[in-house]
């Protein structure tokens, strides 16, 4: 599977100073593979230290010296570890937080080095006090479900390549569009995660498919004891079975247990968005740039961490899916998920700053999501049917006299009157299309 993080390790690869990276993501978005794979292809060889098979690997980080760990490593895996011809990997991190420290010292002691850390549940590990990270050494790079464009590449990638041609000149023909949408669902139904995709690919049922979701959800649920103290682990259950039907819309925690006590839900909510399963979406007053400077962190929605995992979570009808427009299935909750899981897999790798959405004091207004596009500030709203009335939009664009509006639905690409239209299968193109309009 292409993943488009690989372009940004080779540029990496190729620099003639480069950090240690750290690389973060939730379980099963396919790290691991995508580390080995791009080690295998561009290194003479890779070193693979994986600590949850074979923990006697931690004594080789008792010394900080990287020099001595490599020697020690070299022994283990019985193989050598030659600067700029070894990719050493450290694998699940989280069980050797020694390796987090000593990152700092490869980078002064060892630049020529090529070293990838990373590990599933390794945000528990930098949000320990214990353990001061090692600023300005290391760089993060965020791993995400597969974007709908890594999908495609999958499915066809002669269509992926069409889609970077596709301009307000050069719109989809009539038959590409169709198509296109067509892909669309069935990627709204397989999700991103490498496992799901790999199945979609080889099989025609989608009850495999959703099988295959059902094995990555108890997985993470079997995780729980592994980052929570058994007190709460009855709130990660709650939050984790009982969110799902309220992702994008503004949580209020009475929603989703009237009868537990916020305080007692709100620290469960954390512990599932630092294992990435859930991120928040806060709102903002859109009063200037930076946005997050406008940022109202107490009023937030979630979104789930894959549109494939949230469509099995809420049991959606597999019979019916493909029958439904795209706005009306779980009421056009799946197509706001779709469109918030875009922006985040195209935006800056080594960054994780929420997604933001904008409300008038009162809730009179809301708009879907807000970005900013070079000096702009652009409102996107998911909308279903070619006219609809965008009445938050337009406010939006009034109050903040901004030039242009996206509206992200199945119709066609297209400009009238200040409001971009896109249609799904065009989001990692957002920028792009939105600079077009001001040039």
């Known amino acids: 599977m292409k993943r488009s993080l690989y372009d940004e390790l080779m540029r990496w690869k190729d620099r003639e100073e480069h950090l240690p990276i750290l690389l973060r993501g939730a379980r099963q978005v396919g790290k691991s593979y995508l580390v080995e794979h791009f080690g295998k292809t561009n290194f003479e060889d890779v070193a693979v230290a994986d600590f949850e098979s074979r923990p006697e690997l931690k004594e080789a980080f008792t010394t900080r010296d990287p020099k001595e760990i490599v020697t020690r490593l070299e022994f283990a895996l019985r193989k050598p570890i030659k600067e700029e011809k070894t990719l050493l990997f450290l694998d699940e ?3 050797c937080p ?3 420290i000593s990152l700092r010292y490869f980078k002064e002691k060892m630049p020529k080095l090529h070293v990838i850390a990373a590990g599933s549940l390794l945000e528990f590990l930098l949000n320990e006090e214990s353990y001061s990270f090692p600023v300005g050494r290391v760089e ?3 791993l995400r479900p597969l974007s709908f464009v890594e999908y495609l590449h999958s499915v066809s990638p002669l269509m992926a390549e069409r889609l970077e041609k596709f301009d307000l000149k050069h719109p989809p023909s009539s038959l590409e569009h169709k198509e296109l949408l067509k892909l669309i669902r069935r990627y709204l139904f397989t999700g991103g995660m490498p496992a799901a995709v790999k199945e979609s690919l080889k099989e025609e049922s989608l009850l495999e498919t959703q099988r295959v979701h059902h094995r990555i959800l108890l997985a993470y649920q079997s995780d729980f004891g592994k980052y929570a103290k058994h007190t709460q682990h009855k709130y990660l259950q709650i939050i984790f079975q009982k969110a799902p039907p309220l992702i994008t819309k503004l949580l209020k925690f009475s929603h989703i247990a009237p009868d537990v006590r916020s305080r007692d839900l709100k620290p469960a909510l954390d512990i599932l968005c630092h294992a990435g399963l859930f991120q928040r979406i806060c709102a903002t007053t859109a009063a200037g740039l930076p946005l997050h400077a406008h940022m109202k962190d107490d009023r937030f929605k979630l979104l789930y961490l894959d549109v494939g995992l949230l469509q099995t979570a809420t049991k959606v009808d597999a019979t019916h899916f493909f029958e439904q427009d795209i706005l009306q299935i779980n009421s056009g909750m799946l197509a706001e998920q779709y469109v918030g899981q875009e922006l985040l897999a195209y935006a800056e790798p080594f960054q994780n700053a929420p997604l933001l959405f904008w409300e008038r004091a009162g809730g009179e207004a809301e708009v879907d999501y807000v970005i900013s596009v070079d000096s702009h500030i652009i409102p996107i709203e998911v909308k279903a049917g070619i006219t609809g009335t965008l009445r938050s939009m337009h406010e939006f664009l009034r109050e903040k006299k901004s030039r242009l509006g996206v509206r992200v639905s199945e119709h066609p690409l297209g400009l009238h009157d200040n409001i ?20």
Do not use: A, N, T
């Open 98 to 100: 020694e390796v987090l």
């Open 420 to 439: 971009l239209s896109i249609p799904f299968y065009l989001m990692k193109s957002l920028d792009r299309l939105v600079k077009s309009c001001f040039s």
């Open 140 to 142: 993060f790079l965020y």
């Open 93 to 95: 991190i989280q069980l």
